[in-house]
């Protein structure tokens, strides 16, 4: 087993509420900094950086998984994350067709860049991306799973687009792995505060919007960075395990 501390939660400058800095070698440089040796790009909606990313990261050691934070048609937040390119482009077909044809207001809502490794401008996103796809919960899970894909609720701990406060409670028929909480709790302090989500195994992530937001505080033992283990870790199956370092 290997230990591998991580933030599955990391936006770029694809999407328009990340800071300008969340470019693809400072953010692996930031993750080196911290000792985050394995992070999910997870952009609004868009997956677009991924690819970036990975090469950014190349014989860096740290490895990037390709994730997306998709929205539902509940106004819920959801991280969905993969192996492989082909995965990924696969899911973003999915959400391309579910995602409203609105175009983005740049000065209000920000920019939407997609860059190279080095972090060089390509071109701009123009459909807006901070917005809900018509996809329900449950659809974007069976999405997520037939694609080998692992599906996370996105800090439920939050007012803003977390599960808990959009439907209260955990859908039976989505069953998930994990939920991921904020930094502002413990798990001990979210469970007492969330007696529904007691069921569940917790994650933290930094939801990095700007490189002082990586956090890397949840460690996984794994056999190697894949989606399959961290499904063995967060259910504590097979040896792999998990654990929030604070």
């Given at each position: 087993?290997e ?88 899911f ?53 799973c037939?694609?080998?894909g ?9 007012k ?34 969330f007696?529904?989500?007691r ?29 399959s ?7 504590h ?6 654990f929030?370092?604070?």
């Open positions: 087993m230990t591998f501390r991580a933030d599955l939660h990391v936006h770029t400058v694809l999407s328009p509420c990340a800071e300008v800095e969340m470019l693809p070698p400072l953010i692996v440089q930031e993750a080196l900094q911290r000792r985050i040796r394995l992070i999910a790009i997870t952009d609004h909606n868009a997956s677009a950086n991924v690819a970036a990313v990975q090469e950014a990261a190349r014989d860096s050691g740290v490895i990037v998984l390709p994730g997306m934070e998709l929205q539902t048609r509940e106004e819920v937040h959801v991280l969905c994350l993969f192996d492989t390119p082909d995965q990924i482009s696969a973003q077909e999915v959400v391309d067709s579910n995602l409203p044809d609105i175009e983005n207001n740049a000065e209000l809502f920000g920019m939407q860049i997609v860059v190279d490794a080095a972090g060089e401008p390509v071109r701009e996103e123009k459909r807006l991306l901070l917005t809900s796809t018509t996809l329900s919960l449950e659809q974007a899970f069976e999405k997520t037939a694609l080998g692992i599906f996370i609720p996105a800090h439920v701990d939050r803003g687009f977390g599960l808990i406060e959009a439907l209260g409670f955990v859908p039976e028929d989505v069953r998930v792995e994990a939920l991921e909480i904020t930094r502002r709790l413990t798990p001990e302090k979210a469970y007492l505060a007696p529904q989500i069921p569940y195994s917790l994650i933290q992530d930094g939801d990095a919007h700007r490189l002082d937001d990586l956090l890397g505080s949840t460690v996984f033992s794994l056999e190697k960075p894949v989606v283990e961290l499904r063995l870790a967060l259910t199956q097979k040896e792999r395990t998990f929030i370092d604070r």
